[in-house]
Structures are given as structure tokens and as C-alpha cells.
């Protein structure tokens, strides 16, 4: 499974937790037009329209993304992008 954000596609190992606000995997990527094709681990989060129980779990969802854009620490896992797809039935939000 996968996902395609505005930088990079995103390739799902395995599930690592359920959150209040969402699913956490563990991912890898590629950088596009790298010839080396080196994966990079990154940790995925996501939350689904259809197993949100309420629309602050978007709002904590989207304000999560924002904060995590604005720091730069040693501790604090380094932020990449956030996103949303949308399928047929579904639209997802994500966090890399």
C-alpha cells in the first residue's frame, strides 16, 4: 500500500499504532530522480473521514501538522509534509 504526496510517494511497511487522532505506519520513500533509489524510513500518520467520530478529531489533526511544520528540534521527529487524498468513498489526511 501507498500513498502519493506533493513531494514524494510513500510506501506503507506496517502498522506501528492507533491514536486518538489517527493511524501511525511505518513508511519508507524514494526521492524522485535519485538514481540510487535509496528508501528513507519516515513515519506516516493518517486519519480517515470514515472512522472520524467527530470533526475535532480534524481540526487537532490539522493543527498537529501545523505545529510540527513550525519546530525544529533533536527530539521532535523532523516534519516533511501533510496531505490528503481522496478516493470515491473515502478522503484521508496525512502527515509525514
Not at 510506501?11 to 524522485?32: D, H, S, V
Not at 475535532?56 to 528540534?73: N, P
Amino acid at each position: 500500500a501507498g500513498a502519493r504526496g506533493e513531494r514524494h510517494q510513500y510506501r506503507i511497511q506496517k502498522a506501528l499504532g492507533r491514536g486518538m487522532t489517527g493511524l501511525t505506519y511505518e513508511a519508507t520513500y524514494t526521492i524522485p530522480g535519485d538514481p540510487s533509489d535509496t528508501e528513507y524510513p519516515v513515519a506516516v500518520k493518517s486519519l480517515s473521514l470514515s472512522t472520524m467520530s467527530s470533526w475535532k478529531q480534524l481540526d487537532l489533526f490539522k493543527r498537529e501538522a501545523s505545529l510540527l511544520g513550525s519546530i525544529s528540534h533533536p527530539s521532535v521527529p523532523q516534519y516533511l509534509e501533510a496531505f490528503e487524498t481522496s478516493t470515491g468513498d473515502d478522503q484521508v489526511w496525512y502527515i509525514v
